[in-house]
């Protein structure tokens, strides 16, 4: 295991219960060190940068990297959830390069870490205001005012959960919110998908592959997916349905054991067996900051690219470019679909090479 600090995280026998808030704990302390004070005054004395990057998950890092090494000294506001969806990740073993698998808080420290090593300097606090009107842009961290010729925005997707305490508890100790990072852990398990749209059926199709069987849970008495998606699922003799239900509780003290489950039309709770609950009711992206500056789509995800609705330049190269030029947006923040951390990273990679690009042109 590859440690990004000589105290690497908690030992898995360490987390207790809860091991989310241990691993946001090892973020904000040893992993992942806030600045100090003298930096923040610093940075209030010298807030002008020609990129500023919001949001340090993969994508937010990579293109932190990739705009260091381009000598642009990126500037990134970080946030207090440093680090992005993988600090609530225990073990990743499809990142390349990692045969034996590495802790997501690991593999985070090792991106930030990297990215600092090239000059990007990082404020762990969260952007609270931006203004793209006019350059150099301005992005607002309470008091302080960072203006900056380019800004990359990166600020990524929370999976929506179900709002249980026994689900948060139990969040990388069987509930998980992505298949395809975390299916080959429960081979020959029984497994439970909650949800009915296409993500719960692309779910459970993904899932199939390694469960013994599995259980859809869906509060209605019908799918909303997709009718090829229901048919697939249907047709598989290891997904079964069982509607007009909500997980009451997860169950299972150390590990997910099952759910209990409350039928919405009589209320009788029902005990369900399961190695792992997989949520997959939908994601919410990480954009009210930006909402009235940039062009949203109806779900919220930044629009970017040809996908623009108004485009400043239809022939821009810049795959990355949002409806203001000189905004650039990489990750889960523009990806309905994928939503993997070597993905995010890829496009922060385009999204620092953009900049970069544009930079040029504008003569910085």
Known sequence: MLKAYPEGPPSSEGWGPNLGAALRTYASGPGIPEASKEFYAHMADNGHHKVIIIGSGPA???????????NLSPLVIEGF?????????????????FPDGVIGPDLMALFRKQAERFGATFVTDDASGVDFSERPFKVQVRKDAFTAEAVIVATGAKAKMLGLESEHRLLGRGVSTCATCDGAFFKNQELLVVGGGDSALEEALFLQRFASKLAVIHRRDQLRASKIMQDRAMASDKISFVWNSTVDEVLGNQKVEGARLRNLQTGE????????MFVAIGHTPNTSLFRGHLELDPAGYIV????????WNPASPYETRTSVEGVFAAGDVVDHTYRQAITASGTGCMASIDA?????????
Do not use: C, F
């Not at 959830?81 to 390069?97: I, K, R």
């Not at 709770?269 to 792992?276: E, F, K, P, R």
């Not at 690219?305 to 108004?310: D, R, T």
């Not at 970069?356 to 910085?364: D, I, N, Q, V």
């Open 81 to 97: 959830d440093a680090g992005g969806q993988l600090m609530l990740t225990s073990d990743v073993e499809n990142y390349p390069g």
């Open 269 to 276: 709770l029902t005990d369900i067996s399961a190695g792992g």
């Open 304 to 311: 970017a690219g040809k996908n623009l609705s108004v485009d």
């Open 60 to 70: 937010g890092l990579t293109a932190a990297l990739y705009s260091a090494r381009a």
């Open 356 to 364: 970069e690009r544009w930079l040029e042109s504008k003569g910085h």
